[in-house]
């Protein structure tokens, strides 16, 4: 077994088919990269607790062509006064005649467990750990399970039928800002703060604006609500002067008319003028606006929520 030089983390999704595409491109934004598998190994280090899909994150501190050259190194882990406990992550690669099943799996955890530096145990231990099979080879290291604080956000004591789900926007505020450090963004039509919450609940500096002063009022009691703190305030798009990293814009859904186009058209020019990135959730393709106004598509997905299918469209 050869202990890791360059930090790696592995991690696991879980996500039903109508949140595939919409999952692929959340993935796709963090590492670059996107997977059928439901697991990926990546060198970027992502809070498995921020994204809606994610079950959890193994730190990988050493990897090995068998399990016995994990068990032979379980010396090394944990520390003595400290409890531990090693899960085998059920979601892995192995398929099929190479599936590994319960018995065996329970086997894993209770031999690396018991070599290893400390107490073993399985219900409140002071360091989770985790050894998963991946790519025909196994990997070993804390385990960080995702907790789903999306979740929490669901009720809200302000809400539109039409907003974005809870789980949808928190997926759009990870497309639109993966990595936050030194990241600043905007949500022009911020309706009630849907976004927002999710944005702001992730450490994503973010302010919302919208043309409608009472939603402004139901997005900033929102925030409040969830003991977030957010800058909220009454503008239309183009009396915006400052500058932002990115724009998300779930386009209002009175817009989505051939009379409505001059008002897509004037937020989806000044959403370019003030963002050098631009995410957009549409009920309808268009791409030749997009372009119209000089925004190029860099990825795209889709989502259904009940009769409303969503396109979401990252432009740069």
Known sequence: MN???QSAFIYTYAYNEAERSLCHLEMRSFFDIDTEMKILKSPVKIDPSRSPFMKGRLEVLAEGDTVKEIIAQAQNFGSEGETNKVIFLKINDRQGIDKIENAERLHIERTIGSEMQGDFDLHHPDQLFAVVPFGDRWYFGLYTKSEPIWFNHIKK??????????????AV???AVPHPKGVSAIDPCC???TVLVEALSMGIDIVGRDINPLVC????ENIAYFGLNGDVRKSAIQDIGEMYDVAIIDLPYNLYTNASWEEQFTILKHARRIAQKVVIVTIESMDDRLETVGLHIKDRCITKKQQF???IVVCE
């Open 3 to 5: 202990n890791s030089r």
């Open 191 to 193: 309706g009630i703060g």
């Open 217 to 220: 009022e139901g997005s900033r």
């Open 173 to 175: 505020a990870n497309i």
């Open 309 to 311: 299918i969503r396109e």
């Open 157 to 170: 004591p302000r809400e539109y039928s039409t907003a974005l789900s809870t789980r949808v926007a928190r």
